[in-house]
Every structure is written in structure tokens, then in C-alpha cells.
């Protein structure tokens, strides 16, 4: 089993920036990727990074290409979103993700991560 908890969420001004960290405990060395997604009210998950364990392969939603960062630091068993220039529609519970086993397709789809985080509130204030 592995536990994510995500921390670095808030409140900030539109064109502003927050990192969000998702540490992770348990048997971390089964996480062959890890990803980022992100809900906000009314309306459905959808994803917003993803990256290998190596780091070596990284993806990200068109939406937010250029303005976020995804990285991890294996060592601390820690994942990282580095959110720049954010803007309203930025707003929404932002969820980390590992999965154990690649699937046929990079990034993964949501159903295709095994464990999961409890959100971390981002608010973006224009």
C-alpha cells in the first residue's frame, strides 16, 4: 500500500504562484509514475501532469503547459507542481496519483492510478 498526502495548497492572486508537494509513504518503490489532477466544483476530474519515476518522461494538459512544473525528488519520496501565472480557472481541489504498472497508453488515464491523495485546495482570486 502507499499513502499520499498533498500539502502546499491556498489562496493567491491571479498571476501569482504556489508548489504543491505530495509525499508519499509505504511501499513507494512500486510507483512507476505519478500524476497530478485537479477538480473543480461542478464539473469533472481532469488531468494536469504526469512524470515517470526517473523524471526522464513528463506530460501536461494543454491548459496549464508552460505555466506548471511537475518534478519529484525520490530521496524524500516526494512529488512536486510548481504552479506559475495562475489564473481563475486555475481553481479547483488539486489530487496527486501513483501508479504501479504502465498501461498501453502515456500519460495514464485516471482509472489506470492505483492510489490517491486526499486534495489540496488551490483558489485563485482575480
Known amino acids: 500500500q502507499v499513502q499520499l498526502v498533498e500539502s502546499g495548497g491556498g489562496l493567491v492572486q491571479a498571476g501569482g504562484s504556489l508548489r504543491l508537494s505530495c509525499a508519499a509513504s509505504?511501499?513507494?518503490?512500486?510507483?512507476?509514475?505519478m500524476g497530478w489532477f485537479r477538480q473543480a466544483p461542478g464539473k469533472e476530474r481532469e488531468f494536469v501532469a504526469a512524470?515517470?519515476?526517473?523524471?526522464?518522461?513528463?506530460y501536461y494538459a494543454d491548459s496549464v503547459k508552460g505555466r506548471f512544473t511537475i518534478s519529484r525528488d525520490n530521496a524524500k519520496n516526494t512529488m512536486y507542481l510548481q504552479l506559475n501565472s495562475l489564473k481563475p480557472e486555475d481553481t479547483a481541489v488539486y489530487y496527486c496519483?501513483?501508479?504501479?504498472?504502465?498501461?498501453?497508453?502515456?500519460?495514464?488515464?485516471?482509472?489506470?492510478?492505483?492510489?490517491w491523495g486526499q486534495g489540496t485546495q488551490v483558489t485563485v482570486s482575480s
Open positions: 496519483a501513483a501508479g504501479r504498472a504502465f498501461g498501453s497508453s502515456w500519460p495514464p488515464r485516471s482509472h489506470e492510478y492505483d492510489y
Open positions: 509505504g511501499r513507494t518503490s512500486s510507483n512507476v509514475y
Open positions: 512524470t515517470t519515476r526517473s523524471g526522464a518522461n513528463t
